[in-house]
């Protein structure tokens, strides 16, 4: 699970859906309902209820025991695939003993909650349960805007790990960089302690002041002192460098559609009839929310699929294509990925990719290719399950693979490449379908002229140079260098 500190649960790694939003179509596509209970299923569940008898305060909860019998029947029913059931109801009881409950010794609503996270979690690493705090904070992560400090952050070996800090935040302008440990705050240790835990003591009052001591790799531990803050995403930042447009998207939440409306009007008027392409740079974007995903890439689509999502039941999986009219003016268009290009980013890419609106340049991305819905549970929290995979236009799964772009820049992406990806992260679900082929050209980065707003961005160079020759020959005829594979 990750987080933006002091804000919400993040939509990192993840292509959410709503149960009961726009997007609940997919769940009613990809067959989730509602199917009593096996007698198998049963005997299981007994077992649990046996567990809640003997440790919590009020063993007569049937609110409680309702609220989990609930949430262990939309698993059965509704993950991505069949569940063993004694394997959940497994993981559901360890939940409950981890600390050593004595008899009846647990509030009812805790000991539930336990054994939801348990049991959610066994399943793979985008499955959890949010209780109704964490729901509420995963609200207010994809509005765009939020209080705290600008990090988003998730747990490691029982010490909070910055994924990434959001640009121009307080975090960012403090330092802190992706990998960084946070082990204290204000001098006391929080190694351990659950992660919302943290995520509260580190959220207050914009203008107040917070002290993180901070591990990275090389150094002796440090200590960041951080004003908090109001923090604003802006997931849509686009410029005009010389005759080519630069758009970047840092996340997928709900500005991006307005963001990227707004960013190819003042980009192609800008341009005219003397640009040379738009490049959309998706580097290091977790992803976030599914509908936003259909909505950047329909920006540079007139026509065709998108992505298609397919749960347990094939036959009831759903396509999303393009509606008319391509708002980048029909430029051509370079995206560029790496290895912290994941889920929303990998959709984007590897749609305008299939279509062939666009040359992918850079690394390997991630390789998250599983939706995630959010199930509202009747008594309170939510259900955060994986329902299904997503398939780019030629019927490609990236789960587990990635996207791999058409010119594989070598050299870069060091901090990515010795971090991990989906792959091989516990409890990955494995991949589906064939192994992506290799890129059509490999470079290296070197080859290419730094560019962007510090002239330190060889990768933006490359794309740039690319859209400036015209052709992928041409390109490699003006870096001298590069082979076609």
Known sequence: MAVFLGAALSPSLTGCVAENGALGRVAEAIGIEVYPLSEESVRELNRFNTTFAEHA?????????????????????????????????????????????????????????????????????????????????????????????G?????????????????????????????????HLDGVSIVGQPLMDSVHEMRGRPGTQITLTIERAGVAPFDVAIVRDVIRVRAVRWRVEGDV?????????????????????????????????????????????????????????DDGVIVSVRGRDAEKGRSFSADAGDLSGGFPVVVLINGGSASASEIVGAALQDQGRATVMGTRSFGKGSVQTVMPMPLEGA???????????????????????????AGTDTANTESRREVDLPGALPPQGEEAKGGQVTLKVDACPPAGEDDKDQVLGCALALLRAGSTEGFLAAVGGGSRL
């Open 151 to 183: 990090i988003q952050v998730t747990v490691e070996d029982g010490k909070i790990k910055v994924i990434a800090p959001i640009e121009d935040t307080p975090a960012d302008a403090a330092g802190v960089k992706a990998g960084d440990l946070i082990t």
């Open 245 to 301: 447009g630069y758009v970047r998207v840092v996340a997928f939440n709900e500005k991006v559609e307005h963001g990227i409306e707004r960013a190819l009007g003042e980009i192609v008027d800008a341009l005219g009839d003397s640009g040379r392409g738009i490049v959309l740079d998706l580097r290091n974007n977790p992803g976030g929310l599914f509908e936003q995903s259909l909505a950047l890439a329909d920006a540079f689509l």
């Open 57 to 149: 305060k009020d063993p007569n909860n049937t609110r409680q025991l309702k609220h989990f019998r609930d949430a262990y029947k939309r698993v059965r029913v509704a993950y991505v695939h069949p569940p063993d059931d004694r394997a959940l109801i497994d993981a559901a009881i360890e939940g409950v003993l981890e600390d050593g409950p004595g008899p009846r010794s647990v509030p009812p609503a805790e000991l539930a909650a336990s054994a939801l996270d348990r049991m959610l979690a066994s399943l793979d690493p985008h499955s959890t349960y949010l209780d109704p705090d964490e729901l509420q904070e995963s609200k207010v992560s994809t509005s765009g805007e939020f209080g705290g400090l």
């Open 383 to 409: 259900l955060k399950l994986t329902t299904a995979y997503y398939y780019t236009p030629s019927g490609r799964a990236i789960q587990a693979r990635g996207l791999v772009p058409d010119i594989e820049l």
